[in-house]
């Protein structure tokens, strides 16, 4: 472990019952940590709930901090503001190792030893790299023009964090279609499975119709309810159509099955996001409509409500940055959806090996797990773009626990509050989302010239 810590060495756990793990997978998953680390700082610095708690119960709170001129209440540890900076920090570590490991095809090189090692020092560089922004002169110019590169950085993530989305459903159906010429039965599994995805996605949209709407009002959510639901309509119709069908023989109702479940889902979020609507009753009392009633009653545990979700959505994000980097989603992101002709049609298809097919020869026991050093031969996913992927999760983290353009007002606690900034940005999502899939549908389509594979 000193040697993980000050060394070249992959880092792995202690105990030796734990599976065998790949060192460019132990790279990964220490970044990961020390991501989640910062992330869970940020969400500190926005609870209001922790910051009593600390005032309350932390001795000499005050003379504290005092002394690390962090305010009478350490009001400069909190807040928006707080998190921009810290944000700031972890975003100028990725970066710096975006640009530090470009064009990096050896494993042996010395900035490879750098990126799989040495984490002591690189915790160092990412704590100081945190607290040196909370020392940047002229703070207010500093705050507006970082969050309009926040903006910018976290809508790239979401149009990333979708194409892969539409990347998953062509590998999917792909690879179960693999299958058809061995067993009879992939294709009633991917039957019983497209059969599913398109229950859950209808009755999704009858229940969104029936508690997000009445006859009166809620304009917003039947136009977005109608339109959405009539955009899944139309990819499933293109998407076995038969000018499709013949450029592109697996494209099928299981993608479109996959990609109108999203949609629904970030209807439902876009929805469950808006402020809410009030009118005047009978009684001249405002009344808020455009929700389901039995909703006043979810909001009970707003703690434990929030940090359910919370979890969820940055585990969606953590689980976008490590699969982004595979082969496969990388050719993806650059519009290709190949897969190999010698694909064997399986249930847990996202568990391919990603790396040399002789890594096995290369493997190390020091008392601990078992690493394999996969990378001998050279490199096994990019490492900058691996690195400039993390540097748009830093900046969509830092607009995310901020509530986007409602910075001011943001707490932590009101994470799922709704407020017109993230309503527009899910609902652009779910547009954004269709259009790519469309694309791939209709890419042939439109340039015969050019050579698709979906």
């Known amino acids: ?37 910062v992330t869970i ?66 494993s042996k090189s ?3 030893y750098i990126h799989n090692g040495f984490w002591l020092f690189k915790l160092i560089l990412l704590a100081a790299m945190c607290s040196g922004a909370f020392f ?48 009879q039965m992939w294709n009633g599994l991917l039957a019983l499975v497209t059969l599913i995805l398109y229950s859950v996605a209808v009755a999704a949209l009858v229940l969104m119709a029936l508690f997000y709407t009445r006859s009166e009002g809620c304009m917003y959510n039947k136009v977005l309810i109608g339109v959405n639901g009539g955009l899944c309509l139309i990819v ?28 629904m889902y970030l209807t439902f979020s876009a929805l469950s996001s808006k402020p809410p609507e009030t009118i005047l009753d009978e009684n001249n009392q405002n009344i808020t409509i455009c929700v ?14 929030t940090g359910l979700g919370t979890t969820i959505l940055f585990g969606c994000i953590l689980y976008s940055c490590l699969t982004s980097t595979t082969r496969a989603s990388s050719e993806a992101l650059r519009g290709i959806y190949a897969t190999p002709e010698t694909e064997v049609a399986r249930c847990c298809f996202c568990c391919m090996p990603d790396g040399d097919a002789d890594a096995k020869d290369y493997i190390e026991k020091r008392g601990g797990q078992t690493v394999i050093y996969d990378e001998k031969k050279g490199t096994v996913y990019s490492y900058a773009y691996f690195h400039f992927v993390f540097f748009l999760a830093s900046l969509y983290v830092m607009m995310t626990v901020t509530h986007w353009f409602h910075y001011e007002s943001a707490q932590i606690e009101k994470f799922f509050t709704g407020t017109w900034s993230i309503f527009w940005i899910k609902v652009v999502s779910c547009w ?17 010239t050019r050579e698709f594979s979906v």
Not at 81 to 101: E, I, P, Q, R, W
Not at 240 to 248: D, G, L, T
């Open 136 to 183: 940047i002169p002229d703070q207010d110019t500093f705050l507006n023009a970082w969050r309009y590169v926040g903006a910018t950085g976290g809508f790239l993530f979401i149009a990333i964090q979708l194409i892969l989305l539409v990347e998953f459903a062509h590998k999917w159906n792909k690879n179960w279609t693999a299958g058809e010429n061995h067993k």
């Open 1 to 37: 472990q000193l040697a993980c810590c000050c060394g070249a060495a992959a880092c792995s756990l202690c105990c030796t019952c734990c599976p065998k793990i790949k060192q460019s997978t132990s790279t990964r998953f220490m970044y990961a940590l020390y991501f989640i680390l």
């Open 41 to 106: 700082i940020c969400c500190v610095m926005m609870s209001t709930t922790v910051a009593n708690e600390m005032k309350t119960h932390i001795p000499f709170y005050k003379e504290m901090c005092k002394s690390i001129q962090a305010g009478e209440m350490c009001e400069k540890l909190v807040g928006y503001s707080a998190v921009y900076k810290v944000c700031f920090g972890m975003a100028c570590f990725f970066f710096l190792f975006f640009l530090f490991t470009i064009k990096i095809n050896s």
């Open 110 to 112: 010395c900035r490879a």
């Open 432 to 448: 954004v989302c269709i259009c790519l899939y469309l694309w791939t549908l209709i890419a042939p389509l439109c340039c015969p």
């Open 292 to 305: 389901p009633e039995f909703s006043q009653g979810l909001h009970r545990d707003e703690n434990l409500v």
């Open 236 to 263: 499933s119709l293109v998407a076995v159509s038969p000018c499709v069908q013949n450029r592109q023989p697996h494209s099928g109702l299981l993608q479109s099955g996959v990609i109108s479940c999203y949609v």
